[in-house]
């Protein structure tokens, strides 16, 4: 990295700092203010702002993360994109995580919101996912255009989609802001450490590459079920644990595969990048969208999180690895 490059990156992280700060002054001070949870009866109260913000706030869900995962690996970096699958796959981990530990029940407001929200309410996923996401690939494009523009839009963004959570009355304050404060730190560590560990790993030879990226993914599942789904649970758990660690496993081992037998071609006509989008990234889409619908978890939690684990598993593999290798056999 150049001069000019740390330079600029250690700008970022102190505006990150900057706004971190700024998050958590303005939180207490609603807080303290007794505005915690009537920000969201307000909005309720005024249809244009729970349509409008009910829009916004799509910006932060799941089923948005994984089209722009998909986009960004056939349109854009593979090896930036799966930095940002094992990036927010690990922050919303750590997010169901805490949730299914601090057990903070939503405001009053969700019950009477437009699509009312489930599980626990802090921290915020939305909020934490926009964060990581979003921030990211501020980073990333930090340089394009006039400098600092992109990050300066993605933070609106990530600011919009935090208010909306409690404007529509899904979350309070106190979740968002938790969201924002524990998201923050986790970006900036990630970009700290990840070229040092991307460097350590490239090193090592292939099986213990693909160990790597198994053993991890196997290990969080295990303690999510012993904690959460086992002798010591105490309530249901909410998490998605098993679409996670199953993604993760799956985006990570396909990678190192992809990259030692496949390296798919970048240099294609835009035509058929957008090609091979649709037909790795639709089976994904689909099969999310399909466990959400059949909601396994309303016969048996753990039989959801079993079957969504093996399914990610497989979706993950097929949209980095398998289609890859598929498009490259029939020259797409």
């Given at each position: 990295m150049s001069e000019n490059e740390t330079r600029l990156s250690n700008t970022f992280l102190?505006?990150?700092?900057?706004?971190?700060?700024?998050?958590l002054a303005i939180g207490l001070i609603l807080i303290f203010l007794n505005m915690n949870i009537a920000?969201?009866?307000?909005?309720?109260s005024n249809i244009v702002v729970v349509l409008l913000f009910n829009v916004i706030t799509i910006m932060g869900d799941t089923f948005v993360m994984i089209i722009l995962l998909a986009l960004l690996f056939y349109l854009y970096d593979k090896k930036f994109a799966i930095k940002m699958g094992v990036l927010l796959i690990t922050s919303a981990y750590l997010n169901d995580f805490l949730k299914d530990c601090l057990r903070d029940p939503r405001p009053p407001t969700n019950a009477s919101a437009l699509v009312p929200g489930s599980g626990y309410g802090a921290p915020s996923g939305h909020t934490q996912g926009a964060v990581v996401t979003y921030g990211l690939i501020a980073h990333e494009f930090k340089d394009v255009g006039k400098k600092y523009i992109v990050p300066i839009l993605l933070t609106i963004l990530i600011s919009l989609i935090a208010i909306s959570r409690v404007l529509i009355g899904v979350h309070d304050v106190q979740d968002v802001m938790l969201g924002a404060?524990?998201?923050?730190?986790?970006?900036?560590?990630?970009?700290l450490v990840e070229p040092y560990v991307s460097e350590k790993i490239s090193e090592l030879s292939l099986n213990m590459k693909c160990l790597l990226c198994i053993i991890p993914p196997v290990l969080m599942f295990i303690i999510a079920l012993i904690i959460f789904e086992g002798v010591f649970q105490v309530l249901p758990s909410y998490g998605d644990f098993g679409m996670l660690c199953g993604a993760l496993l799956g985006i990570t081992l396909g990678y190192v595969l992809e990259k030692e037998y496949v390296d798919l071609e970048k240099d294609v006509s835009l035509l058929r990048k957008i090609i091979r989008l649709i037909i790795a990234g639709f089976p994904a889409a689909l099969a999310y969208v399909v466990l959400k619908v059949l909601d396994l978890?309303?016969?048996?939690?753990?039989?959801?999180?079993?079957?969504?684990?093996?399914?990610?598993?497989?979706?993950?593999f097929f949209v980095i690895f398998l289609a890859g290798y598929i498009f490259k056999k029939i020259n797409l």
């Amino acid at each position: 990295m150049s001069e000019n490059e740390t330079r600029l990156s250690n700008t970022f992280l102190i505006l990150v700092l900057i706004t971190w700060s700024a998050i958590l002054a303005i939180g207490l001070i609603l807080i303290f203010l007794n505005m915690n949870i009537a920000i969201g009866a307000l909005g309720q109260s005024n249809i244009v702002v729970v349509l409008l913000f009910n829009v916004i706030t799509i910006m932060g869900d799941t089923f948005v993360m994984i089209i722009l995962l998909a986009l960004l690996f056939y349109l854009y970096d593979k090896k930036f994109a799966i930095k940002m699958g094992v990036l927010l796959i690990t922050s919303a981990y750590l997010n169901d995580f805490l949730k299914d530990c601090l057990r903070d029940p939503r405001p009053p407001t969700n019950a009477s919101a437009l699509v009312p929200g489930s599980g626990y309410g802090a921290p915020s996923g939305h909020t934490q996912g926009a964060v990581v996401t979003y921030g990211l690939i501020a980073h990333e494009f930090k340089d394009v255009g006039k400098k600092y523009i992109v990050p300066i839009l993605l933070t609106i963004l990530i600011s919009l989609i935090a208010i909306s959570r409690v404007l529509i009355g899904v979350h309070d304050v106190q979740d968002v802001m938790l969201g924002a404060l524990i998201g923050i730190p986790f970006l900036v560590t990630f970009i700290l450490v990840e070229p040092y560990v991307s460097e350590k790993i490239s090193e090592l030879s292939l099986n213990m590459k693909c160990l790597l990226c198994i053993i991890p993914p196997v290990l969080m599942f295990i303690i999510a079920l012993i904690i959460f789904e086992g002798v010591f649970q105490v309530l249901p758990s909410y998490g998605d644990f098993g679409m996670l660690c199953g993604a993760l496993l799956g985006i990570t081992l396909g990678y190192v595969l992809e990259k030692e037998y496949v390296d798919l071609e970048k240099d294609v006509s835009l035509l058929r990048k957008i090609i091979r989008l649709i037909i790795a990234g639709f089976p994904a889409a689909l099969a999310y969208v399909v466990l959400k619908v059949l909601d396994l978890a309303a016969i048996s939690s753990l039989l959801d999180q079993l079957i969504s684990f093996a399914v990610f598993v497989g979706i993950g593999f097929f949209v980095i690895f398998l289609a890859g290798y598929i498009f490259k056999k029939i020259n797409l």
